[in-house]
Nanobody, 120 residues
Framework: QVQLVESGGGLVQPGGSLVLSCAAS????????MAWYRQFPGKEREMIAQ????????KYEDSVKGRFTISRDNAKNRVYLRMNNLKLEDTAVYYC?????????????WGQGTQVIVSS
């Protein structure tokens, strides 16, 4: 079955950088676009970055545009999120998923997420 394992979060000072990683299995990774989402306490998960199956095209939510970069390695079934110039308001739990899988099945599994805390 679908399995997503996020890692790379942690505590970082404002202006710092982190690289999140997501290991995906249980579906044909190379045929699926992928996305990173984040969830603030008490809020719904929101998509912040997307990448096509080939990796050629990306799209970002305005608040992270120019600071975050999504990439993927289809040979390793992994998707990454490089986060630069982190701000206090980036503090959240970060998840990856395949939007296409969620369209087919809204109950498609999520991983445990990885916590990012931006604090001085």
């Amino acid at each position: 079955q679908v399995q997503l394992v996020e890692s790379g979060g942690g505590l970082v000072q404002p202006g710092g950088s982190l690289v999140l990683s997501c290991a995906a299995s249980g579906f044909v990774f190379v045929n699926n676009g992928m996305a990173w989402y984040r969830q603030f306490p008490g809020k719904e998960r929101e998509m912040i970055a997307q990448i096509t199956d080939s990796g050629l095209y990306t799209k970002y939510e305005d608040s992270v545009k120019g600071r975050f970069t999504i990439s993927r390695d289809n040979a390793k079934n992994r998707v990454y999120l490089r986060m630069n110039n982190l701000k206090l308001e980036d503090t959240a739990v970060y998840y990856c998923n395949a939007p296409g899988l969620l369209v087919q099945d809204k109950n498609s599994p999520w991983g445990q997420g990885t916590q990012v805390i931006v604090s001085s």
